[in-house]
């Protein structure tokens, strides 16, 4: 089954009938919608919705993994930069 986003105010949904892609207005979400290839009928449900919060909290998520691994990275340079000061401090005592 197809549910995608398609525009602003619209979506693809396929037919339950035919599998044919319908572009459906997000006003008509909800309600029973016609294919204009084989004539039948199904209900529009927005599935593009869910879809796009799911694209959305995936895209959060790597990107505050990304932030993390970044701090990390610079966690790890400081501890370097401290052992090589301390091991610098240790050889002039």
């Given at each position: 089954?197809?549910?995608?986003y ?12 035919c ?43 790597s ?10 990275n ?20």
């Amino acid at each position: 089954m197809l549910d995608v986003y398609y525009s602003e105010d619209q979506f693809l949904q396929s037919c339950d009938v035919c599998g044919r892609p319908t572009i459906i207005s997000l006003e008509m979400a909800g309600e029973r919608v016609g294919c204009r290839h084989c004539g039948g009928t199904f209900v529009a449900s927005d599935h593009s919705l869910v879809y796009r919060k799911c694209v959305e909290t995936t895209f959060e998520a790597s990107n505050a993994a990304r932030r993390l691994r970044a701090g990390s990275n610079v966690l790890r340079m400081a501890a370097s930069v401290l052992t090589a000061i301390s091991n610098l401090f240790g050889e002039l005592i």
